[in-house]
């Protein structure tokens, strides 16, 4: 996991395969970004196994509605795409197909936030 900071949000790449052991530390940084950030979290470096985020993914949701942060979402493709269909995380994430309108989304969140509309 890779973060930047791009004018007032938090891009996160996600690159590789995830264990299991990986799920829970995964969470909680995700958690912890969500609860201070709008974040972007990009899933197009990820392997074929990275179907064990989608309860990191789930987790991080829910802390950013908490905070009232905004999470989105892209780059999953193939079996990740699937699964987030199937389970119908996908419609409760805010998914982009590419990474600048999650970026722009993201960024709009804040300003609409920021500026009280």
Same mark, same amino acid.
């Given at each position: 996991?890779?973060?930047?900071?791009?004018?007032?949000?938090?891009?996160? !790449?996600?690159?590789?395969?995830?264990?299991?052991?990986?799920?829970?530390?995964?969470?909680?940084?995700?958690?912890?970004?969500?609860?201070?950030?709008?974040?972007?979290?990009?899933?197009?470096?990820?392997?074929?196994?990275?179907?064990?985020?989608?309860?990191?993914?789930?987790?991080?949701?829910?802390?950013?509605? !908490?905070? !009232?942060?905004?999470?989105?979402?892209?780059?999953?493709?193939?079996?990740?795409?699937?699964?987030?269909?199937?389970?119908?995380?996908?419609?409760?994430?805010?998914?982009?197909?590419?990474?600048?309108?999650?970026?722009?989304?993201?960024?709009?969140?804040?300003?609409? !936030?920021?500026?009280?509309?």
């Amino acid at each position: 996991m890779s973060t930047q900071r791009l004018g007032g949000c938090v891009i996160v !790449r996600l690159a590789g395969e995830f264990a299991d052991a990986d799920v829970l530390p995964l969470q909680r940084a995700l958690c912890d970004l969500v609860a201070s950030d709008d974040v972007v979290i990009d899933l197009s470096r990820t392997g074929p196994s990275a179907a064990t985020v989608v309860g990191a993914l789930t987790a991080a949701h829910d802390e950013a509605v !908490r905070h !009232r942060m905004s999470l989105h979402v892209t780059g999953a493709a193939g079996a990740l795409r699937r699964l987030l269909n199937r389970s119908q995380l996908e419609a409760r994430l805010t998914y982009h197909e590419h990474l600048a309108d999650a970026v722009e989304s993201a960024l709009a969140a804040r300003d609409a !936030r920021t500026h009280g509309t």
